[in-house]
């Protein structure tokens, strides 16, 4: 029996004569874990940026070949379609992201990033897996092992896809658009997880419903009439006009939204003026906009840009010098929606499997993933993306839980318990996959 194509704990019972089945899902993923780790390691010190991705999913195309999938490569530009039929029964996808972020990782893992890369923005910078995409894909080969030693046990078809670009909100419909739904099996149910910093290692959790929100990124362009700082009565000062419009936008959260659903404006960059005495021409500021329904999606964007325009007439601004606000459509997420029966019968299971104070329903936040796309794709899909803990036991006791203390996903600081994060997400996912895939 070769390794490569089943887990090695499969592997000894099937030499030994051995059903696999008689080996449980956990002391597999235990008997696979040096290999998962030595796999994840190698990820960890190579990542690669958003749709730039290559030597990620070449190796997870080779794990897949090897285990008897029918693979295609470059969908969506770098995304991997593996495919396995095994049988009549639904068709189940798993969806892993592979790509990296610009940070400078800061860790002093004996095994960290040192990849330099340059970014869209033309600058050089580090290159990092510092949201956990190298679990993710980990977990993926590790899950695809443990679903292909099991054959025996479920029927349907498996497709598991490494998708691009998550981290620019381009990938999942980069693959749609290259014929995720169409070329390939369409699913009836569709999972993935991802780490987390806000719960402990090997805690998972799970958001029935909004789980994660929709993010716009929003410019405004302010412009104004520019001129000598002792002089100020020839200008119309941008600076003093951008400051209105930020202080104002506050109140579309705080004055026009219901409290009850939840919505944020932040202003993250402004940047105007290049000296003490001149007044500039313009000011330029950089929005993040989270919502989750439609409906308050569309409330605050058609906010910002009546806010923008009424703060330039207040200010006597000319309608040539109107500020500029553009919505970035191309950078949109969807908000997550996890679908609730699925969600409620995958906590239970996960709860059976490893305890109540494992298995967890955590609250809606408000970060961006792009999986959301391929439930908008089609919402007859059953759809769940579930947390699995990533903060190491010990840090978490020292912080007494306070987030505020520990590393974040997207800090150069950022290093998970990555044995807990794979062999937790692998085990779970493999349940959940043969539980939706279960024979009858």
């Known amino acids: 029996m070769n390794h490569r194509l089943l887990i090695a704990a499969a592997a000894a019972a099937v030499l030994s004569g051995t059903p696999a089945g008689a080996v449980t899902v956990n002391e597999a993923v235990k008997a696979d874990m040096p290999s998962l780790m030595t796999l994840y390691r190698d990820f960890h010190a190579n990542p690669e940026?958003?749709?730039?991705e290559v030597r990620t999913p070449a190796k997870l195309a080779a794990e897949a070949r090897r285990l008897g999938f029918t693979v295609t490569e470059h969908v969506g530009k770098t995304g991997v379609v593996?495919?396995?039929?095994?049988?009549?029964?639904?068709?189940?996808?798993?969806?892993?992201?592979?790509?990296?972020?610009?940070?400078?990782?800061?860790?002093?893992l004996a095994f960290a990033?040192?990849?330099r890369a340059t970014a869209r923005s033309g600058v050089e910078t580090g290159v990092m897996h510092a949201c956990g995409h190298d679990t993710h894909v980990t977990t993926w080969i590790g899950t695809?092992?443990?679903?292909?030693?099991?054959?025996?046990?479920?029927?349907?078809?498996?497709?598991?896809?490494?998708?691009?670009?998550?981290?620019?909100?381009?990938?999942?419909?980069?693959?749609?658009?290259?014929?995720?739904?169409?070329?390939?099996?369409?699913?009836?149910?569709?999972?993935?997880?991802?780490?987390?910093?806000?719960?402990?290692?090997?805690?998972?959790?799970?958001?029935?419903?909004?789980?994660?929100?929709?993010?716009?990124?929003?410019?405004?362009?302010?412009?104004?009439?520019g001129g000598h700082g002792a002089y100020p009565q020839t200008t119309k000062d941008p600076i003093v006009l951008a400051s209105r419009i930020v202080t104002t936008l506050q109140t579309l959260v705080s004055r026009e939204n219901n409290p009850a659903d939840p919505a944020v404006v932040t202003v993250g960059s402004f940047h105007a003026g290049a000296k003490h005495n001149i007044i500039s021409d313009e000011a330029k500021l950089q929005l993040t906009v989270r919502s989750y329904t439609p409906q308050v999606r569309s409330r605050l964007l058609d906010g910002i840009k009546r806010?923008?325009?009424?703060?330039?007439?207040?200010?006597?601004?000319?309608?040539?010098?109107?500020?500029?606000?553009?919505?970035?459509?191309?950078?949109?997420?969807?908000?997550?929606?996890?679908?609730?029966?699925?969600?409620?019968?995958?906590?239970?299971?996960?709860?059976?499997?490893?305890?109540?104070?494992?298995?967890?329903?955590?609250?809606?936040?408000?970060?961006?993933?792009?999986?959301?796309?391929?439930?908008?794709?089609?919402?007859?899909?059953?759809?769940?993306?579930?947390?699995?803990?990533?903060?190491?036991?010990?840090?978490?006791?020292?912080?007494?839980?306070?987030?505020?203390?520990?590393?974040?996903?997207?800090?150069?600081?950022?290093?998970?318990?990555?044995?807990?994060?794979?062999?937790?997400?692998?085990?779970a996912m493999t349940l959940l996959a043969m539980d939706v895939l279960k024979k009858g």
Request: glycine share 10%.
């Open 49 to 52: 940026l958003s749709m730039s």
């Open 307 to 427: 806010i923008a325009r009424g703060e330039a007439i207040a200010a006597g601004m000319p309608e040539d010098r109107m500020p500029v606000v553009l919505v970035h459509d191309e950078m949109f997420t969807p908000a997550t929606f996890n679908t609730e029966p699925l969600s409620d019968h995958a906590l239970a299971l996960f709860a059976e499997r490893f305890g109540a104070g494992r298995a967890v329903k955590t609250p809606a936040v408000m970060g961006g993933e792009d999986f959301s796309r391929l439930w908008l794709a089609d919402n007859k899909i059953q759809s769940l993306i579930f947390w699995v803990g990533g903060t190491p036991q010990d840090k978490w006791d020292a912080a007494g839980g306070d987030q505020t203390k520990l590393p974040s996903l997207h800090s150069p600081y950022w290093a998970p318990n990555a044995e807990a994060v794979i062999s937790t997400a692998t085990e």
């Open 82 to 108: 593996a495919v396995l039929r095994n049988g009549p029964g639904p068709t189940l996808l798993i969806r892993a992201d592979m790509d990296g972020l610009p940070v400078v990782e800061q860790t002093g």
């Open 144 to 225: 695809a092992r443990q679903l292909v030693a099991r054959k025996a046990e479920w029927s349907g078809t498996l497709v598991m896809i490494a998708q691009p670009g998550e981290e620019t909100g381009e990938g999942a419909k980069a693959m749609l658009d290259d014929g995720l739904f169409t070329r390939f099996p369409k699913p009836d149910t569709a999972i993935a997880f991802h780490d987390a910093a806000a719960l402990p290692a090997g805690v998972i959790g799970v958001t029935p419903g909004y789980a994660l929100a929709n993010v716009d990124s929003v410019d405004i362009d302010v412009k104004g009439v």
């Open 113 to 115: 990033s040192k990849v």
